[in-house]
């Protein structure tokens, strides 16, 4: 891969997917030219990328399902050549958001978990991400696949879900 100043002339692909534990995560992308570490990171910062020295620190105190999550969303910080978002809403942020839900979520457990579970945060569990990503994979599902313009009608991701399942 090679970077020139913030245009990145070649994305690599990342090494992970969504059966990897965090610990294979970190296993998986030795070879990249970004480092992970830990540290206790200030006022609720769950992780960060630093583009100018290549390193992504992410908060020690963190479940390892959390560190899975938030590793997954500073490594695509790391592959699109991010130097860092304002907000929470920057254009960044919600790509990252975006993408790390959709790696992280198979879209036919997810499916099986609602009907066996009635609470997020069981799901969530069950997937190995947090709520936070659990949510973004539905938003992410609510804006793209079920807006009346892509699906040709009013219908709701439950109402696309039921046709999936029974279909």
């Known amino acids: 891969m090679e970077r020139l100043d913030r245009i990145t002339t070649s994305l690599p692909d ?15 992308i030795i070879g990249l030219p970004v480092t992970v570490s830990s540290a206790i990171l200030p006022d609720g910062l769950w992780g960060c990328y630093d583009a100018s020295n290549s390193v992504i620190l992410i908060d020690r105190r963190l479940t390892y399902t959390a560190k899975r999550c938030v590793l997954t969303h500073e490594l695509l910080h790391w592959k699109h050549g991010d130097d860092g978002c304002a907000n929470d809403r920057s254009k960044q ?34 997937l190995n991400i947090t709520t ?3 949510e973004d994979y539905r938003s992410t ?10 699906c040709g009608d009013d219908s709701t991701f439950n109402d696309i879900k039921e046709r999936v399942l029974n279909a």
């Open 14 to 28: 990342l090494p992970i997917d969504r059966r990897m534990t965090y610990g294979a995560m970190r296993r998986a």
């Open 93 to 126: 942020e919600r790509r990252c958001r975006t993408q790390t839900a959709l790696l992280l979520v198979n879209p036919t457990e997810l499916a099986l978990l609602e009907r066996m579970y009635e609470y997020e945060w069981q799901i969530a569990d069950e």
């Open 132 to 134: 936070q990503v659990l």
């Open 141 to 150: 599902l609510d804006t793209n696949l079920c807006s009346p313009r892509r």
